[in-house]
């Protein structure tokens, strides 16, 4: 599949671990990610976008991989002289993200679009593969909780999670449409496969496909559909993913999840350690161990998700 043309649905660091090892496997002219900007907010009158940063941060090898997020060799007086002035330091902004965070929000202002201000920044960083918004409009993901609606970074950032999750919205979501890379991307001859990332279902897929538009394009794209597992053992690698799927009533495990895309996808990749439960999945199952800590994890889990889907086009054929 190096000359495949391949498009991936993303979220942050799950999702950037498996396109970094997608990025090592498929001729790079051909991949296109497509990352959530639902978890997007205005903070300190910036733009911050965590989950493309993440993904440009990772492909262009300057990733925290201490934090997970943010870039590698940062330095924080930024925030050190803020804290002095009594501002908001909740949400942690190091002196090299901060530039990046300014220059996009200078763009945005002077009328370019996220989707302009994305591929220079790709280019800038010598990153081959496509990188692109969901939308060039804004949508906001909302966590309604036990206590109230905040903020998406107010709940996973500031509150760590704590808030009981009743229901998500995503703000503005009607106004927005796929953004033009994403739209060319899935429309593009010679489609080989659609990968969902092991990234959270609720909180970076599901606002990627709930843009007018995007389940669609993706349908009539006419290419097997694969979604890679965000659990393992019931338990996710990192994030918050079991204790949402609690609270909003499924049961953490790979069932779940395979129901949630239930209307979507064709074949699931698999955990090793559940392969028990392939045969119940109800799609094609391809098991491995999709824990990713190293680039060749990253390179395995792709490759099956790869291999799946060519499996899936030849039995069409």
Request: net charge neutral; aromatic share 6%.
């Amino acid at each position: 599949m190096n000359e495949a043309r391949i498009v991936l649905l993303s979220g942050g660091i799950g999702g950037a671990k498996l396109a970094l090892g997608m990025s090592r496997l498929v001729n790079n002219d051909n991949l296109t990610i497509i990352v959530n900007t639902g978890d997007d907010f205005d903070h300190l009158g910036m733009r911050i976008c965590p989950d493309l940063d993440t993904m440009l941060y990772t492909l262009a090898g300057i990733a925290n991989s201490e934090f997970g997020w943010g870039r590698r060799d940062e330095t924080w007086t930024f925030m050190r002289v803020l804290q002095s002035l009594g501002g908001e330091t909740w949400f942690r902004l190091g002196d090299g993200d901060l530039a990046l965070h300014v220059e996009r929000t200078r763009r945005l202002s002077a009328g370019e679009s996220l989707s302009e201000v994305t591929d220079d920044i790709r280019r800038r960083w010598n990153i081959a593969a496509r990188i692109t918004p969901m939308s060039d409009q804004y949508v906001a993901t909302r966590v309604i909780a036990s206590d109230g609606e905040i903020g998406f970074q107010e709940y996973f950032v500031k509150e760590r999670c704590a808030p009981v999750i009743k229901c998500l919205r995503f703000a503005g979501i009607e106004k927005a449409r796929p953004s033009p890379d994403a739209a060319k991307a899935l429309r593009a001859p010679g489609l080989a496969a659609i990968i969902i990332a092991p990234s959270n279902p609720y909180l970076s897929i599901d606002p990627i496909l709930a843009v007018p538009g995007m389940t669609a394009a993706m349908r009539a794209a006419n290419a097997p559909i694969i979604a890679v597992t965000s659990l393992i053992e019931r338990r996710a690698v990192k994030g918050p993913t079991a204790k949402i799927m609690t609270e909003l009533g499924a049961p953490p495990s790979p069932f779940s999840i395979v129901k949630h895309y239930a209307h979507l996808i064709d074949g699931f990749i698999l955990d090793e350690r559940d392969a028990a439960h392939a045969d119940s999945l109800g799609v094609p199952v391809r098991c491995t161990d999709t824990l990713m800590v190293t680039v060749d994890d990253r390179k395995r889990v792709a490759q099956a998700a790869l291999d799946l889907a060519a499996d899936l086009a030849e039995r069409r054929s």
